[in-house]
């Protein structure tokens, strides 16, 4: 019996590999096989733009907080560059993110908004795009000047 992808997305994939593996691909659900596949490709988009945003965030902070630089913002830079230069590594094809203008602005919109939440700090004290290139910004001993 077939299990409806609508009804049970685990099971359902369970049982496409399965198909796949018999050499049954005339009982595939090809449409939304297609799907998944490229919902893979968008999660690992999702997460660079996360990390992305999350190192853009406290690049933020170092500049315009400097009472609050300590060994934690330093911390977190560190780890953020370093799964980004991961994800990058495993992931080539999402370098080209980094010069999208678009990709960017989104990452850097999330970065602003997270930025001003955690600092208190009017939206309008940060920059309307980022400053930096994205070489600067993954440099492992770059930190913005305040």
Known sequence: MATRYETDVVAWANEQARLIRAGAFDQLDLEHL????EDVGKS???????????????????????EGRGNSWAGTIKT????????????PSLKADLSDLEWIDDA???????AAKETGLELDTF?????W?????????WLPVA
């Open 34 to 37: 297609a799907e998944e596949i």
């Open 44 to 66: 690992e988009q999702r997460e660079l733009a996360s990390r992305m945003a999350v190192l853009l965030m406290h690049l933020l902070k170092w500049q315009f907080q400097p």
């Open 80 to 91: 953020q560059r370093k799964s980004v230069a991961r994800r990058l590594a495993k992931t």
């Open 108 to 114: 850097w919109g999330d970065a602003v908004t997270s």
């Open 133 to 141: 290139t994205m070489p600067q910004v993954l440099t492992v001993d």
């Open 127 to 131: 920059p309307e795009s980022c400053p």
